[in-house]
């Protein structure tokens, strides 16, 4: 397991935008898949985006809102959020996989073997 540590979140605007990050520990971040799930009151935890072997995810209502990025050199992942709506309010948590994962699966959160403490992002109209 790693450490995950994130940060960014807040109250916004609708249309508004905020980013998360997530730094991580470890020697081999690169190697890692890392992905962004949230969980809204009353409601399972769903995936948004993930990032394995360069090849980017992202469930559909986010898709060309949100971008995920990684950046190597500081073992750190974004998730940038755009245009954003008060059905996106909820607890963000940042996940990852050591020994990396398939792009196809990097939406199966039981797959991650480490998590962040989570981010509270509320989008109020």
Same mark, same amino acid.
């Given at each position: 397991?790693?450490?995950?540590?994130?940060?960014?979140?807040?109250?916004?605007?609708?249309?508004?935008?905020?980013?998360?990050?997530?730094?991580?520990?470890?020697?081999?971040?690169?190697?890692?898949?890392?992905?962004?799930?949230?969980?809204?009151?009353?409601?399972?935890?769903?995936?948004?985006?993930?990032?394995?072997?360069? !090849?980017?995810?992202?469930?559909? *209502?986010? @898709?060309?809102?949100? =971008?995920?990025?990684?950046?190597? #050199?500081?073992? &750190? !992942?974004?998730?940038?959020?755009? *245009?954003? @709506?008060?059905?996106? =309010?909820?607890?963000?948590?940042? #996940?990852?996989? &050591?020994?990396?994962?398939?792009?196809?699966?990097? @939406?199966?959160?039981?797959?991650?073997?480490?998590?962040?403490?989570?981010?509270?992002?509320?989008?109020?109209?």
């Amino acid at each position: 397991q790693v450490q995950l540590v994130e940060s960014g979140g807040g109250l916004v605007q609708v249309g508004g935008s905020l980013r998360l990050s997530c730094a991580a520990s470890g020697r081999t971040f690169s190697r890692y898949a890392m992905g962004w799930f949230r969980q809204a009151p009353g409601k399972e935890r769903e995936f948004v985006a993930g990032m394995s072997s360069g !090849v980017a995810v992202y469930t559909d *209502s986010v @898709k060309g809102r949100f =971008t995920f990025s990684r950046d190597n #050199a500081k073992n &750190t !992942v974004y998730l940038q959020m755009n *245009s954003l @709506k008060p059905e996106d =309010t909820a607890v963000y948590y940042c #996940a990852a996989r &050591t020994a990396g994962l398939a792009p196809v699966v990097l @939406k199966e959160g039981r797959r991650y073997d480490s998590w962040g403490q989570g981010s509270q992002v509320t989008v109020s109209s």
